[in-house]
């Protein structure tokens, strides 16, 4: 088991910064991946950052340019820089990981943490 733990959230204005963190503990040795994701009210989970099969790195359109992931496997952490923040950049931000097992992904969600946009 994977247990994941996101800091970071909370209240900001629009065109400015916040920084997730998300620590990894229990089986982590054998994570292949970790990346982000969010939930608006009312919507579906969506991708914000994750590594790709290739090394890397995919963004959902409405973040690229202003939001950077970059993790730290020594710390087992993965941070989500997120500059030029919107309105619509309000959501819960999901920490994931990923391992292998041999025949599928199994995925690991944190309990999320809460960005708000607002003036």
């Known amino acids: 088991q994977v247990q994941l733990v996101e800091s970071g959230g909370g209240l900001a204005q629009p065109g400015g910064s916040l920084r997730l963190s998300c620590v990894a503990s229990?089986?982590?040795?054998?994570?292949?991946?970790m990346g982000w994701y969010r939930q608006a009210p009312g919507k579906e989970r969506e991708l914000v950052a994750a590594?790709?099969?290739?090394?890397?790195?995919v963004y959902a359109d409405s973040v690229k340019d202003r939001f950077t992931i970059f993790r730290d496997a020594g710390k087992n952490t993965v941070n989500l820089q997120m500059n030029s923040l919107k309105f619509e950049d309000t959501a819960v931000y999901f920490c994931?990981?990923?391992?292998?097992?041999?025949?599928?992904?199994?995925?690991?969600w944190g309990q999320g943490t809460q960005v708000t946009v607002s003036s």
């Open positions: 229990g089986s982590i040795v054998s994570i292949d991946k």
């Open positions: 590594p790709t099969s290739t090394g890397g790195t």
């Open positions: 994931n990981a990923r391992k292998w097992n041999g025949a599928r992904w199994d995925d690991y």
